[in-house]
């Protein structure tokens, strides 16, 4: 056999034997644990509460093509995850072929000054995936129409849209037993080197032993690392959600775009009486008592079929975001220590780049 080959076989059985530790089960670290579990590695997911993480609060919007700024680390890792996810959702479609991405996305805003803002956007990026959307635009008249206002104005971009959340982790966790990758519902309390290992130790005083350890749990991260020598900072950012059930016959949800966006808050359309509102930014960890008034603060004055409306539902998720440096922290700590968290809102957008990343760290270190 040749050398090459002889390394390959080599790295494959090294992989096999090495023993990664994720700790977190969000989406990042199904991600983490799908790409390198497909790789030949031994994966074990540490998480105490697996449904009570943010990825399951999150709406699922994916807006990568219509960032606008397209320079920079933040629109790299975006535009791997525009590239990557196509291939990710024909290889999870093996394990739920309902998975999709629903396009196009809408970004609409009442405010003249943005609205010249998307326009010059598109007009320098000359991107045939992103189009204005004028107010005569048939999509911004049915809008505006079931709004009661005649000001909106914004773009389109054919290329973003919207993955179900909650269908998605299902997804991966069909993948994962599958796989049958081990899940240990505990709460790790420490992590230490020991050797050229490294041990994990759980809430009841257990220790798993690992290769490597990926922290991928949100706020909780930072308190397994060395504060002085790696400084990182996470604060929480709470977003809310309402489902809104419409009784009203005065306005037809199914004549809207399925999800859109108006001055930050996400609208999704789920039936012809239910919608889902979306996205409030709050610094803190506990929601604020008018969700309601302030998910619907978009619009000058209320339709009465919103007023009418029943909130069916109502949820919210904890996000982390970086204090000090942009978001998401995708660092290697030391050997075998990997952080990937901190993604504020774009945890499932930017999760196929994310784990690409980590692979080739995972393949470095052990190789």
């Known amino acids: 056999a040749s050398i090459s080959n002889i390394s390959m076989k080599s790295l494959k059985e090294n992989f096999q034997k090495a023993h990664i530790v994720i700790i977190g089960s969000g989406i990042i670290g199904k991600f983490n644990a799908l790409e390198l579990s497909e790789l030949g590695f031994c994966v074990t997911i540490i998480d105490p509460a697996q449904h009570k993480n943010s990825s399951n609060a999150a709406l699922g ?17 975006r535009k791997q995850s525009i590239e990557l ?13 309902k998975l999709n991405i629903e396009k196009p996305l809408i970004q609409l805003t009442t405010n003249e000054e943005k609205y010249k803002k998307l326009e010059k956007f598109i007009y320098e990026n000359n991107d045939k995936n992103l189009k204005i959307l004028e107010k005569d635009s048939i999509l911004i008249k049915n809008i505006n129409k079931a709004f009661h206002t005649k000001n909106l104005k914004g773009m389109i971009s054919f290329k973003d849209g919207r993955i179900n959340a909650t269908s998605l982790l299902k997804t991966l966790d069909k993948y994962l037993k599958y796989k049958k990758i081990n899940i240990l519902q505990q709460e790790i309390i420490k992590i230490r080197k020991l050797n050229n290992h490294w041990i994990s130790t759980t809430k009841i005083n257990e220790d798993i032993k690992s290769d490597m350890v990926i922290l991928c749990n949100s706020l909780k991260a930072v308190n397994l690392i060395d504060y002085l020598t790696h400084n990182i900072k996470l604060k929480p950012v709470l977003g809310q959600a309402i489902e809104l059930d419409i009784s009203d016959e005065e306005v037809d949800l199914l004549s809207l775009p399925k999800q859109f966006n108006i001055d930050g808050k996400n609208i999704i359309i789920k039936s012809k009486n239910k919608l889902i509102i979306g996205s409030t930014d709050e610094y803190n960890t506990k929601p604020g008592k008018n969700t309601f008034e302030e998910l619907t603060d978009f619009l000058d004055k209320k339709p009465s079929w919103i007023l009418k409306g029943k909130i069916s539902k109502k949820w919210f998720g904890i996000r982390s975001r970086p204090f000090g440096e942009p978001s998401p922290i995708m660092k290697n700590l030391e050997d075998g220590l990997i952080i990937c968290t901190g993604f504020y809102k774009n945890g499932i957008l930017l999760a196929p780049a994310c784990s690409k990343w980590v692979v080739n760290e995972v393949k470095n270190y052990l190789s």
């Open 85 to 97: 996810w196509p291939q990710w959702i024909a290889f999870l479609q093996q394990f739920n072929n």
């Open 61 to 77: 919007l994916l807006m990568g093509n219509m960032y606008q700024k397209r320079r920079g680390r933040s629109w790299d890792l």
